[in-house]
């Protein structure tokens, strides 16, 4: 009697069959052999979504087939597809020709070369339970979300669309993001960067200000003289920030009122940006004539 190895692909069984040899008798189960009934959901929700699995319609021939040929040999091997569906047709196999799911009869292929074979016959082991359970938790969530999902979709879009469990939950997440699109409110932000000397120093480096106390600051619109609105700010020179109506001879440009962070033991702005114009140069001079006291060049 001959050991019988039992494959998914009816290609691979000939080729396996050419490396392992006379003494081995390679079929194929042409995938799934067992399923959960199409008619019906097939799960009872109430039992722990306990599976009800059933014969695959059409394939009675081929199961008598692998049931006689087990009868006739001395060991069955079940080597179907190393992963999870693999796994799971294995243990159907298993259930179907009444093998103990705990023995040493699971043979998997890495490659279908002679080595491979030869490395998978060498590491047979038992049927993993672990890929078992992650697949049949994944047909289970198919089939609940396909069968209750996919008859509302009938009533309320069109006839014959299907609903699954990646499809659903990716249509949720477009929808959510596109109701937080919705309702976002544009506010106005500016980034203040300065280039600072420590004490006498003459090493640069750069900061940017991130607010105070770990709040961020807001702008805000002050008027003008005139009447006209604008965001100013004045610096003072002790290196704090105030309101201060400045009279900007440029048209009404735009500049910022901002908090500047506190210099802390660093006694001189080299520079400091608190905006982007195609008026720097006009803004610039004007504010520089505002700040004279406290020795900052400002550049908008």
């Known amino acids: 009697m001959s050991k019988l190895v039992i494959v998914e692909s009816p290609a691979k069984a000939k080729t396996i069959k050419k490396y392992l040899g006379e ?13 959960l009934p199409k008619a019906q959901i097939g799960i009872d929700i109430d039992n722990n979504f306990k599976p009800r699995y059933i ?3 059409g394939k009675s021939k081929l199961i008598k087939q692998i049931k006689e040929a087990a009868r006739e040999s001395d060991a069955v091997y079940l080597a ?6 693999g796994e799971a047709i294995s243990w159907h196999l298993a259930h179907i020709l009444k093998l103990d799911e705990k023995e040493k009869n699971r043979v998997t292929f890495g490659e279908i070369t002679k080595k491979g074979i030869s490395d ?25 979300v396909g069968y209750k999902l996919s008859p509302f979709l009938w009533r309320k879009v069109k006839g014959g669309l299907s ?41 640069k480096f750069r900061a ?37 109506d400045i009279n900007l001879n440029n048209g009404g440009a735009l500049c910022r009122k901002v908090t500047l962070f506190k210099m802390l033991s660093f006694n001189k ?19 520089n004539e505002t700040t004279k006291s406290a020795n900052i060049k400002i550049i908008i």
């Open 23 to 35: 003494d081995y008798n390679v079929i194929a189960s042409m995938g799934h052999v067992r399923d």
């Open 269 to 287: 702005i080299l520079f400091a940006s608190a905006a982007s114009s195609n008026q720097r140069e006009r803004q610039s001079k004007n504010l």
């Open 80 to 85: 179907t597809d190393p992963d999870r569906e």
């Open 163 to 203: 609903a699954g469990r990646v499809q659903s939950v990716a249509v949720k997440l477009i929808v959510d993001r596109h109701r937080e699109i919705e309702r976002f409110v544009p506010s106005e932000y500016w980034n203040i960067d300065a280039v600072l000397s420590p004490g006498s120093s003459a090493k």
């Open 208 to 244: 940017r200000y991130y607010g105070t106390d770990g709040k961020k600051r807001t702008v805000e619109k002050i008027k003008h003289k005139s009447g006209k609105s604008l965001n100013a700010y004045s610096l003072t020179p002790n290196n704090s920030v105030e309101n201060k």
């Open 120 to 144: 998978g016959m060498a590491n047979i082991r038992s049927i993993d339970m672990d890929l078992i359970n992650a697949q049949q938790a994944r047909r289970i969530l198919d089939r609940i």
């Open 55 to 57: 014969n695959i319609p």
